[in-house]
């Protein structure tokens, strides 16, 4: 996919979120708020989360190539066969490398959500990586989902 198409995309992305999150700031009041104060409350909070989202793109230094996926430990015996090390790359074309159904039916939202620059508040140390364990709960494989910049 060539970069016109996904600097495209991403704009559009960016322009749902505002406009879902401009609505939530329409002149009718929310059915527990009472006084204007509340309204004003719920108005501004609203108004610095659009901001924040801008802001925070307009800073970032380079765009995202790709999600690396890479199991950093398994414990009992993956059915796949998965060893740490493993990797597997999300793009915005699909999935390369070998990774289980199961776990990537799993992980597919988050590491998604971190290809178009989704922010976890949990995040702290490092936005650009996080760690997901496999749904097996007998026999655990937990990745380390990694935005990767050019």
Not at 47 to 73: C, G, H, L, Q, R
Not at 128 to 135: I, N, Q, V
């Amino acid at each position: 996919m060539n970069k016109e198409k996904t600097t495209k995309r991403r704009q559009l992305i960016k322009t749902l979120a505002a406009a879902i999150l401009g609505a939530a700031t329409c002149s009718h009041p929310a059915p527990g708020m009472k006084n204007s104060k509340e309204k004003n409350k719920a108005k501004n909070q609203v108004n610095s989360a659009v901001s924040f989202s801008s802001t925070k793109e307009d800073k970032m230094e380079k765009p995202i190539k790709y999600v690396e996926v890479k199991v950093t430990s398994v414990k009992g015996t993956c059915s796949l066969g998965h060893k740490p090390g493993d990797v597997a790359k999300v793009t915005e074309n699909g999935v390369e490398g070998k990774i289980c159904l199961h776990a990537l039916y799993s992980l597919l939202p988050a590491a998604f959500a971190m290809l178009y620059e989704a922010r976890f508040p949990w995040l702290k140390e490092n936005p650009d990586k996080k760690t997901h364990a496999c749904p097996d709960a007998t026999n655990p494989v937990v990745f380390e989902i990694t935005r990767i910049r050019e």
